[in-house]
C-alpha cells in the first residue's frame, strides 16, 4: 500500500513540475531564433568601377559607373546610394541617371568633403564599393497625366535629372513640363549640354537664373522663386517638384502657394547627414521621421507640420 | 511564472557555474565607482543595490566595433565581420533590462542589424533587485519592475534570493548550475515586500503620468526651458554615452599605416554634439545647443515613442549624475509639466 502511496506521490510530483515548466515564458521579447545567422550584414557594399568621368563645373564632375556583378542597381528616380573608398569612409550620394541602363548608372558628386574630395582624385577603371539604393524617391507612376513643374537650385538638379530624364523617356505620359533652375554664378550651371538639347527638342520649357548680375550673363538674375509670378501653369494639374539647398524650400513653398498649388501636388527632396541608410544610426532624423527610410522624397503636405523639416 | 529559492552562498557556485560556459560580465567597482567589468571568480562581483554609473550597454552595442575588413591593392577584399560570444550579464537592473528591450526593437526593426543581434542572441542575462539613489526616478516612467526581457531574475529577500524564471535557456542554466528549492509563499511575499519599500524611496520624480509624457512634449516645443538649458550646456555628449536607449552611432574607416587594409568601424555619436546633422555643405540642421538638447529630451520622450510605441527614458538617471551642469532630465520635465499647466489655468 506504502509502495502505491509512494508512486502516486512521484507522478503528482512530475505532473507539477511538468506545468511548472510549462508556465515558464519561452517567448523572448524578439524572436531570436537561429534565422539571425541567417541574415548577412547590411553594411557589405557592392564592388564598382569607374568608366567615366566628366567634368562640368569646376567643383563637380559627372562620374559613369559599372557594378561588377553586372546587374543593375534597380534604383527609382530620387534614391540615392551609400558610396565608399575603403579608408576615406562613406557617403550618402544621389544617384542622377535615370533607371534602366543596364549595370551602369551615374553620379554627380561636389568636391566639398572627405569622402568627395578623394573620389575627385580617383580616375577611370579605378574601384569604388556601394550600397543601396535607399529611401523612397519620387512617384513616377502617379506624375502620369500631370504637367510638371521642375523647381531647382545649384546642385539640386542632379537627383532631379533623374526623374527629368525618366520623364523624357516616355515623353508622351506627362503634360507639360518647366523646368526652373537657379545657380549662383554663370560657371555653375550642371549639365548645360543637355540642358541646351531637353530645350532645343522643344519638349520641356526650361529657365535659368542666377542670384546676383554677372557680366558673362545675360539671361534673367534674381533667385529662383522670381521665374515663378509670370508662370503661366494650370494649378488643377501641375505637380511640382523641388530640389535645391535648405534654406530655399521656405520661398519656393510660399510662392507655389500664391500660384494655388496644393501641398499634396508638391514634392521635395531633403538633404540630411547619413551614416548608415538603414534608418538605425539617428543623423537624419526629423523628430520621429527617419529621412533615410521614409525619405527623401517627401510630399509636402506629409511633412508640412514636420518640425525642423522645412 | 517558476520561482526558485537561491541561496545567498548558491550564488557564488552559480557564477562559477557560468563562467564555465560564458564570460560573465557583472557589477564590480572600478576606480571607485560601480560598473560593469569582465569578472573571472564571483567575489570580483559587488552586488550593490545601487545604480551603476555605465549600463551594460556596451556588451551589446560596443562603443567601437568593426562592420566590415578590407584589403586595398591587388587581392583587394571586402569581409564583413560580426564580433559575438557566449557571454552572461550577471545583475542586471530592471531599468537596463526595459532598455536592452528598447534596443532589441531598434536593431530589428526594417533592416535588422546583424551585429547587434547575434551578440544579443548570445547574451544571457540575469537581473537583480536594486534600490533606487537620489538620481533614479524609474518608478516615474514605468520601468521599476520587468516581467519579461531577462532569462533569470534574482529578487533579494534577505536571507537569499527568489529567483524568477523568464526563459527556457534561463531555467536550464538554474536547474543545471545551481541547487535551488521551490520558493514558498512566504518567500514570495518578501519580494513583494521589498517591491512595496522600493517603490517608497524615490527622491527624483516625474510629476505627472508616464502615459502623458509623450503629448507634453510635443506642446512644448516652443517653451523657453530649451533656452535656458541650452544656455548653460557645454555640448560634451557625456549624457548620450551614459544612457543606455542612446545608440546613434558613426561609421568610419580607419587603415593601416602603409594603407594595405583597414576596417569599417561603428562607433558611438551623440545627438548633443555640435556636428551630429552637419552636412557635407556646412549646414547644421541643429544649430544650436538648445536644439540639440531638445531633440535628445524629445528623442526619450516623444519621437521614439511614436516609432516603437514605449518611452525611450528608462528613469536610471545616469545622465543627470553625470552632466557637468547639472541638467536633470526629471527637473525639465517636471518644470515643463508646470509650465503646461500654468498655460492651461
Known amino acids: ?310 | 511564472m517558476n520561482y526558485r529559492f537561491l541561496s545567498k552562498k548558491g550564488v557564488a557556485s552559480f557564477v562559477t557555474g557560468l563562467l564555465k560556459e560564458f564570460r560573465v560580465y557583472g557589477p564590480v567597482k572600478k576606480d571607485g565607482f560601480p560598473m560593469y567589468g569582465e569578472i573571472t571568480s564571483p567575489d570580483e562581483l559587488h552586488l550593490l543595490h545601487t545604480p551603476t554609473h555605465l549600463s551594460p550597454k556596451h556588451y551589446l552595442f560596443p562603443q567601437r566595433e568593426t562592420l566590415l575588413r578590407f584589403k586595398n591593392g591587388e587581392n583587394h577584399s571586402i569581409e564583413p565581420t560580426v564580433e559575438a560570444h557566449d557571454q552572461a550579464l550577471f545583475g542586471v537592473h530592471s531599468c537596463d533590462i526595459h532598455a536592452i528591450r528598447l534596443m532589441d526593437m531598434v536593431f530589428a526593426y526594417g533592416t535588422p542589424d546583424v551585429n547587434y543581434l547575434k551578440r544579443r542572441e548570445k547574451t544571457v542575462i540575469i537581473g537583480i533587485d536594486c534600490l533606487p539613489d537620489k538620481h533614479c526616478f524609474c518608478k516615474s516612467v514605468n520601468t521599476m519592475t520587468v516581467d519579461s526581457g531577462f532569462d533569470l531574475f534574482l529578487h533579494d529577500i534577505g536571507s537569499g534570493f527568489v529567483v524568477e524564471i523568464g526563459t527556457r535557456k534561463g531555467n536550464d542554466l538554474l536547474y543545471k548550475h545551481a541547487k535551488t528549492k521551490k520558493a514558498t509563499a512566504g518567500e514570495r511575499a518578501k519580494m513583494a515586500e521589498f517591491k512595496n519599500k522600493k517603490a517608497e524611496l524615490f527622491i527624483t520624480k516625474i510629476n505627472a503620468e508616464a502615459s502623458t509624457l509623450p503629448l507634453l512634449y510635443s506642446g512644448s516645443y516652443f517653451s523657453p526651458v530649451w533656452e535656458k538649458i541650452g544656455k548653460i550646456c557645454y555640448g560634451c555628449g557625456s549624457c548620450n554615452n551614459v544612457c543606455p536607449t542612446c545608440y546613434c552611432f558613426d561609421v568610419r574607416d580607419d587603415v593601416t599605416l602603409n594603407l594595405t587594409e583597414g576596417g569599417r568601424y561603428r562607433v558611438w555619436d551623440g545627438c548633443t554634439l555640435e556636428d551630429f546633422a552637419k552636412v557635407a555643405g556646412g549646414h547644421n540642421f541643429r544649430k544650436t545647443r538648445a536644439e540639440r538638447l531638445r531633440h535628445r529630451f524629445n528623442r526619450k520622450f516623444q519621437y521614439q515613442v511614436d516609432k516603437f510605441g514605449g518611452l525611450f527614458c528608462v528613469g536610471c538617471g545616469r545622465c543627470i549624475r553625470t552632466c557637468l551642469v547639472n541638467i536633470n532630465i526629471a527637473e525639465v520635465t517636471n518644470e515643463l509639466i508646470e509650465e503646461t499647466n500654468k498655460d492651461r489655468s
Request: net charge positive.
Open chain 1, 1 to 310: 500500500m506504502s509502495l502505491l502511496k509512494r508512486q502516486i506521490k512521484t507522478e503528482v510530483k512530475k505532473m507539477r513540475r511538468l506545468e511548472d515548466e510549462k508556465n515558464i515564458s519561452t517567448s523572448q521579447p524578439l524572436n531570436l531564433s537561429s534565422s539571425v545567422f541567417d541574415i548577412t550584414s547590411p553594411y557589405i557594399p557592392r564592388l564598382a568601377r569607374i568608366e567615366r568621368i566628366t567634368r562640368l563645373t569646376e567643383k563637380e564632375r559627372l562620374f559613369t559607373i559599372a557594378i561588377e556583378d553586372g546587374k543593375a542597381l534597380g534604383h527609382q528616380p530620387g534614391q540615392f546610394i551609400m558610396l565608399s573608398i575603403p579608408g576615406f569612409g562613406e557617403a550618402p550620394i544621389s544617384v542622377s541617371s535615370p533607371p534602366d541602363n543596364g549595370n551602369m548608372f551615374e553620379l554627380c558628386v561636389r568636391a566639398v568633403g572627405n569622402l568627395t574630395n578623394a573620389l575627385h582624385n580617383l580616375s577611370k577603371g579605378d574601384r569604388i564599393w556601394i550600397r543601396g539604393p535607399y529611401g523612397k524617391g519620387f512617384p513616377v507612376e502617379s506624375l502620369k497625366g500631370k504637367d510638371l513643374l521642375f523647381i531647382s537650385g545649384g546642385i539640386g538638379l542632379v537627383p532631379m535629372r533623374s526623374l527629368i530624364k525618366t520623364v523624357l523617356s516616355e515623353r508622351l505620359s506627362y503634360g507639360r513640363a518647366n523646368l526652373l533652375y537657379g545657380v549662383k554664378a554663370p560657371d555653375e550651371i550642371l549639365f548645360r549640354d543637355e540642358l541646351s538639347q531637353w530645350e532645343r527638342t522643344g519638349t520641356i520649357n526650361i529657365q535659368i537664373t542666377i542670384d546676383k548680375p554677372h557680366p558673362a550673363w545675360k539671361g534673367h538674375t534674381g533667385v529662383v522663386t522670381t521665374l515663378l509670378p509670370p508662370l503661366k501653369i494650370d494649378e488643377t494639374k501641375t505637380v511640382a517638384i523641388v530640389v535645391g539647398p535648405p534654406v530655399m524650400y521656405k520661398y519656393v513653398i510660399m510662392s507655389l502657394g500664391d500660384k494655388r498649388i496644393a501641398g499634396h501636388d508638391i514634392y521635395l527632396s531633403l538633404e540630411r547627414r547619413m551614416k548608415c541608410g538603414l534608418g538605425k544610426c539617428g543623423h537624419c532624423q526629423i523628430n520621429s521621421v527617419y529621412v533615410c527610410q521614409e525619405g527623401p522624397v517627401f510630399r509636402l503636405s506629409d511633412i508640412r507640420y514636420l518640425r525642423e523639416a522645412i
